[in-house]
């Protein structure tokens, strides 16, 4: 079952991509190469057909993790049950979508599967999802399930409503064997790029989305998106009266913020529209801090960037990793480079950017970036 939010959440898409690059060969081994966590395994497809029950046509529930195809995924892999471990996840999500995409069909072809991502991987950016998005729609394209896009004309294109849908059910299933208990809205905004409302399983875009400038900063601290999204779970079930009321303001931060939003897309953007935002930042990451997402590296992020005018908070489940900063039109360029060079001083990587980017997509090689062309180019 889908864990629904029952409170607003916003989420915005970063124009920072994950490539996949699928090759079918005729070696009968599945072979997966994930550069960043340095992990390239293969196995026989012989071996991968016998974690198949008799009838194929039981797996390919999208709507259900099987939990029988999941314990007989962590017996291959080696791992325990509540593995945190980032290469065992990443393969038991990709098998977990290989083989209940193409146990339907019955044969299980013998291919590549080759992921680089721009994201960095655990640090808060929404990685998993991405990678998950990118699985499912490179599987179900590869099993004829959706349709295969690309034209001699095109270079890129996106698939239509019904495809989109069907890729962000399996790719909450590659979350939920990643995160344990995810809500499904990083899935939802990778799928579909722009700036997303969820509430209680409901998707909608937001028709018309500001250009908002950000700087981006990863504190490089570790954390865990499990453990910390387990840890506020705890919280609540621990204090109700206390983080209930917390929920419910985090809930009004978002429909302040969708509102000033929309207002900012239908007028001209003021500097109160900018104030606005930037007090409800401040006001969302003291509710973070209250829930035990923060960390001290986060908080010094705060202190840096606030001591240059600007407001930061913390992004994905927090507990380290990265934090955005808004930038105001006004804001200075040599404020934007002083910002940065604090922010480094602190051992953080740092970079300017902008919200809002295209989902998932379907590209011929010539247009994949020339830099992910290179490194899927080596496997
Ligand atoms: N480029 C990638 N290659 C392989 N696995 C990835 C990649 N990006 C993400 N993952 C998987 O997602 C996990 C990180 O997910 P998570 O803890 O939710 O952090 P986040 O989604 O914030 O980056 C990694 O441990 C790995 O299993
Ligand atoms: C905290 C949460 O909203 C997003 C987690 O994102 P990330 O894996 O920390 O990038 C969890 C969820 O919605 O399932
Ligand atoms: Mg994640």
Redesign the pocket.
């Known amino acids: 079952m889908r864990r629904p939010?029952t409170r607003v959440?916003l989420a915005v898409s970063l124009n920072l991509r994950t490539y996949l690059r699928l090759q079918a060969t005729s070696t009968s081994k599945v072979c997966i190469n994930l550069p960043n966590i340095n992990t390239f395994l293969s196995w026989d497809v012989t071996k991968l057909k016998q974690l198949l029950p008799d009838s194929g046509a039981e797996l390919g529930n999208v709507n259900e993790l099987d939990a029988e195809l999941v314990r007989r995924l962590r017996d291959l892999v080696g791992v325990s049950n509540g593995t945190l471990d980032t290469r065992s996840m990443a393969i038991l999500a990709f098998l977990y979508i290989y083989l209940s995409v193409f146990a339907g069909s019955g044969e299980l072809p013998s291919l590549t599967v080759s992921v680089w991502s721009e994201l960095p991987t655990g640090a808060?950016?929404?990685?998993?999802?991405a990678y998950s998005v990118c699985l499912a729609a490179a599987l179900l394209s590869a099993s004829g399930t959706i349709p295969s896009l690309l034209s001699d004309q095109e270079s890129t294109a996106r698939w239509g409503e019904v495809e989109m849908e069907l890729i962000n059910r399996w790719a909450f299933q590659g979350e939920r064997i990643i995160?344990g208990?995810?809500?499904?809205?990083?899935n939802a905004v990778g799928t579909w790029g722009g700036i997303l409302r969820y509430h209680s399983g409901k998707i909608t875009p937001l028709n018309r989305v500001p250009m908002l400038r950000i700087l981006l900063t990863n504190t490089k601290v570790p954390r865990s998106?499990k453990v910390?999204?387990a840890g506020v779970k705890d919280k609540m079930n621990k204090f109700p009266s206390i983080i209930n009321p917390v929920l419910e303001s985090v809930n009004a931060v978002s429909c302040t913020c969708e509102q000033t939003l929309s207002e900012m897309t239908n007028d001209t953007p003021t500097p109160e529209h900018y104030n606005i935002l930037e007090e409800l930042i401040d006001i969302n990451q003291h509710h973070l801090n209250v829930m035990g997402v923060g960390h001290p590296a986060l908080d010094t992020l705060c202190r840096v960037t606030l001591a240059r005018g600007l407001h930061s908070k913390l992004?994905?489940?927090g507990g380290g990793?990265c934090g955005i900063t808004l930038l105001r039109p006004e804001t200075e360029c040599s404020v934007i480079q002083n910002t940065i060079q604090d922010l480094r001083d602190c051992g953080y990587d740092c970079w300017e950017t902008s919200v809002g980017a295209e989902g998932v997509q379907q590209h011929s090689p010539l247009a994949f970036k020339e830099e992910a062309l290179e490194v899927l180019a080596r496997y």
């Open positions: 939010l959440a808060g950016l929404g990685s998993s999802a995160h208990n995810p809500s499904g809205v990083d998106t910390l999204v992004t994905g489940a990793g």
